[in-house]
């Protein structure tokens, strides 16, 4: 494919819609998945852990192969289609058939499904709008996919509460649809395979010439200190964020439990409606600032959230503080896929390197729950939160000594192609 062919209208409304919706139907139906095993079915404790369990492991070890695999398939608008449809297959199964091995094999089949979507919409970003917007592109899709989460959550919620769990399943493939079609309406021909993998095509020579580079690096040119430094950041990053909420969720069931269930869910959608204008803002600047000082008011902020909830005995005030999580979820979501882009840049190897970002996010995640569970078991509150702001204050510690900045220069791979993706309103239809 020639770098001459510019995206159209069409592709670049058809990947917001796929950014705003395909978060939503990633993970099948998600949280909500074990009120319907515990209330509806009446799953003991180990059962619905066994499910959420096994899901998680296998969307940890297939998500490295599923960004290699990424790297190498020609039409990723029918990948996630087909991604998809399996996972929209698989909630008519559990729906209709809800046993223990039919739920289990189903939420696996959907965890491993589910990591071949966030590899292809990041590929299919770079390789739509090219470097030179990327940035803004990564950050709306940040913004979007948080907006659809919202809507989301509260559909989902009432959803269920009007008509009760099953039909939870039912809207989760009523969702699937605008996913698909918006997949579908991608052109695969507007799309530079290379720059969709990572490899730029225009990469310096020695000499300071410009030559073609649409074969991959070697793997030592890219694979090397500072990719692992941010993977080890990423991993304790959310070794210390992913249990604050479910702490916080705790505390709050004690203090006001009959109505736990709307604090809770005000609390994710304070999360995401924060997020949203911080991608954007972040997305917006991006482009001028260097990647590290922005990178870090994310690693800066999760401390400092750690350690007010020490001091905040209240719903409100815990409420309130989710504030500072969408501020640092919402610069990590984009800096994170930014400085992968970096790093993996030109070697061909773009969504293999994200599929390993995604691990260490998720092993971080998995074992956060099972630290902070076991400190306030043992301790109480205040020390799992205490505990969880010293594993965020060595993640900032790291980060700030050890990560090196990322950014070489203005990315301007193909100028018209970003001002392209900068004016859709003007692109071509």
């Known amino acids: 494919m020639s770098t001459s062919v510019q995206p159209s209208r069409r592709s670049l409304r058809a990947l917001d819609a796929l950014a705003f919706f395909a978060p939503d139907i990633q993970g099948g139906i998600g949280p909500f998945l074990v009120v319907f095993l515990s209330s509806t079915l009446a799953w003991s404790p180990d059962r619905v852990g066994t499910v959420m369990a096994a899901s998680a492991l296998v969307g940890l070890l297939v998500q490295a192969p599923a960004g290699a695999w990424m790297d190498h398939v020609q039409s990723r608008p029918r990948w996630?289609?087909?991604?998809?449809?399996?996972?929209?297959?698989?909630?008519?199964?559990?729906?209709?058939?809800?046993?223990?091995?039919?739920?289990l094999a189903g939420q696996s089949v959907i965890g491993a499904a589910g990591t071949l979507v966030a590899p292809a919409v990041a590929g299919l970003s770079l390789g739509l709008v090219g470097r030179g917007g990327m940035d803004a592109r990564i950050g709306r899709n940040a913004?979007?996919?948080?907006?659809?989460?919202?809507?989301?959550?509260?559909?989902?919620?009432?959803?269920?509460?009007?008509?009760?769990?099953?039909?939870?399943?039912?809207?989760?493939?009523?969702?699937a649809l605008p996913v698909i079609a918006a997949a579908l309406s991608i052109r695969n021909r507007e799309v530079d395979p290379v720059l969709a993998r990572g490899g730029d095509r225009d990469e310096a020579a020695s000499d300071g010439s410009t030559t073609p580079s649409t074969a991959p690096r070697p793997a030592r040119r890219w694979l090397g200190r500072p990719l692992a430094v941010l993977l080890g950041c990423a991993f304790l990053f959310h070794l210390a964020n992913a249990a604050m909420l479910t702490l916080v969720a705790?505390?709050?069931?004690?203090?006001?439990?009959?109505?736990?269930?709307?604090?809770?869910?005000?609390?994710?959608?304070?999360?995401?409606?924060?997020?949203?204008?911080?991608?954007?803002?972040?997305?917006?600047?991006?482009?001028?600032?260097?990647?590290?000082?922005?990178?870090l008011v994310a690693f800066a902020v999760l401390p400092l959230r750690g350690l007010l909830?020490?001091?905040?005995?209240?719903?409100?005030?815990?409420?309130?503080?989710?504030?500072?999580?969408?501020?640092?979820?919402?610069?990590?979501?984009?800096?994170?896929?930014?400085?992968?882009?970096?790093l993996a840049r030109g070697s061909g190897h773009f969504n293999l390197a994200l599929g390993a970002g995604a691990v260490a996010v998720g092993s971080g995640a998995a074992l956060s729950n099972l630290l902070a569970g076991q400190v306030a078991q043992a301790g109480g509150f205040h020390a799992g939160f205490a505990v969880l702001s010293g594993v965020a204050a060595l993640a900032l510690l790291l980060f700030s000594l050890a990560m090196p900045e990322t950014r070489r220069g203005p990315a301007l791979h193909n100028p018209e192609r970003a001002a392209a993706a900068a004016t859709t309103p003007g692109a071509p239809a």
């Open 143 to 175: 913004a979007l996919g948080a907006a659809g989460t919202v809507l989301w959550a509260t559909g989902t919620g009432w959803i269920g509460h009007r008509h009760g769990p099953q039909a939870m399943f039912w809207l989760g493939c009523v969702l």
């Open 309 to 342: 909830y020490l001091m905040v005995h209240s719903p409100a005030g815990l409420l309130a503080l989710q504030v500072l999580d969408g501020i640092g979820a919402g610069v990590f979501g984009v800096m994170m896929t930014l400085m992968v882009s970096d």
């Open 80 to 103: 996630i289609a087909g991604a998809v449809t399996v996972i929209a297959a698989c909630l008519v199964m559990m729906v209709s058939r809800p046993s223990f091995p039919v739920i």
């Open 250 to 295: 705790q505390q709050i069931g004690r203090l006001v439990p009959q109505h736990a269930p709307l604090w809770l869910s005000a609390g994710v959608v304070v999360t995401q409606l924060v997020t949203i204008p911080i991608g954007l803002a972040v997305g917006r600047w991006a482009p001028r600032l260097a990647r590290k000082p922005i990178f």
